[in-house]
């Protein structure tokens, strides 16, 4: 899934490993990237558990966005939990 010419800040932020799924997925060819419940079908079917995972989570409308405006690959997954965010979960319990 190439990055579409444009802003950075236009397109979705996914994981890696989101990412290679769902690459995987549309150079297969195997169906249409907007076909969202084919996709999470084969996701599933082929082992991207996190791919599968993350297009359950996110719904249509983010899936439509990261397909029509493409993906901003991050290293670890978007939103890592507080933990990442200096606060201290600890304080939580």
């Given at each position: 899934m190439e990055k579409m010419?444009?802003?950075?800040?236009n397109g979705v932020e996914?994981?890696?490993?989101v990412f290679e799924g769902l690459?995987?997925?549309?150079?297969?060819g195997a169906t249409n990237m907007l076909d969202r419940p084919v996709?999470?079908?084969?996701?599933?079917?082929?082992?991207?558990d996190a791919?599968?995972?993350?297009i359950e989570e996110v719904g249509s409308r983010?899936?439509?966005?990261?397909i029509f405006s493409g993906p901003i690959v991050i290293d670890g997954a978007p939103d890592q939990g507080i933990e990442d965010q200096g606060v201290d979960p600890d304080e939580y319990e």
């Open positions: 010419p444009g802003n950075p800040e996914i994981s890696r490993e690459e995987f997925i549309r150079q297969s996709v999470l079908e084969l996701a599933r079917e082929w082992g991207f791919t599968a995972d993350w983010t899936f439509a966005e990261l």
